[in-house]
T-cell receptor
Framework: KQEVTQIPAALSVPEGENLVLNCSFTDSAIYNLQWFRQDPGKGLTSLLLIQSSQREQTSGRLNASLDKSSGRSTLYIAASQPGDSATYLCAVEGWGGKLIFGQGTELSVKP | NAGVTQTPKFQVLKTGQSMTLQCAQDMNHEYMSWYRQDPGMGLRLIHYSVGAGITDQGEVPNGYNVSRSTTEDFPLRLLSAAPSQTSVYFC???????????????FGQGTRLTVV
């Protein structure tokens, strides 16, 4: 059974710091891995999608990597801002669009 | 495009009542799915569909029914609500990309359900 784990569960950093969020999964048979952002009381917004054949994706200050063989992904956020404060979720996708989520990392960026 | 639309946004039910959570997408996506989000449990898959007329169970299907008569709509039915079904429910959709590469998932804003 696929299991997804995110470390750390919570993170508080001062504005301007670069930071790394970690995601690990137990079964490498995935279609892709997605990183989402969730603001309190809101839905999920897709940040980055890495196909199983890819190693990384970049969008602005965000960079996500994927190492399928070791079952790991990292989300790198450069020059963090208070507006980055949110919960970040990673999910691996199997057949049929099914997503298995980690528990999330709650990020707080202090001004 | 409106994306994925869920209704209602909030609902309070009494134990034993039934209701339907609505989900509609206007992106012509083949895949649709329902998740529930609970504190400490993350998001868990309830049911999913790979196209009109095709549905299957996810990780936590008990107490829920689904059907998909059109590509656009994927309602979730609670037949007899229980306090354990108090949760935030999210609907998502995505489509099959080229060469078997699926696309990013789009989520609705959620339905916050309380069963008393």
């Amino acid at each position: 059974k696929q299991e997804v784990t995110q470390i750390p569960a919570a993170l508080s950093v001062p504005e301007g710091e670069n930071l790394v969020l970690n995601c690990s999964f137990t079964d490498s048979a995935i279609y892709n891995l997605q990183w989402f952002r969730q603001d309190p009381g809101k839905g999920l917004t897709s940040l980055l999608l890495i196909q199983s054949s890819q190693r990384e994706q970049t969008s602005g200050r965000l960079n996500a990597s994927l190492d399928k063989s070791s079952g790991r992904s990292t989300l790198y956020i450069a020059a963090s801002q208070p507006g980055d404060s949110a919960t970040y979720l990673c999910a691996v996708e199997g057949w049929g669009g099914k997503l298995i989520f980690g528990q999330g990392t709650e990020l707080s960026v202090k001004p | 495009n409106a994306g994925v639309t869920q209704t209602p946004k909030f609902q309070v039910l009494k134990t034993g009542q039934s209701m339907t959570l609505q989900c509609a997408q206007d992106m012509n996506h083949e895949y649709m799915s329902w998740y529930r989000q609970d504190p400490g449990m993350g998001l868990r898959l309830i049911h999913y569909s790979v196209g009109a007329g095709i549905t299957d169970q996810g990780e936590v299907p008990n107490g829920y029914n689904v059907s998909r008569s059109t590509t656009e709509d994927f309602p979730l039915r609670l037949l007899s609500a229980a306090p354990s079904q108090t949760s935030v429910y999210f609907c998502a959709s995505s489509y099959i990309g080229g060469a078997g590469m699926n696309t990013e998932a789009f989520f609705g804003q959620g339905t916050r359900l309380t069963v008393v």
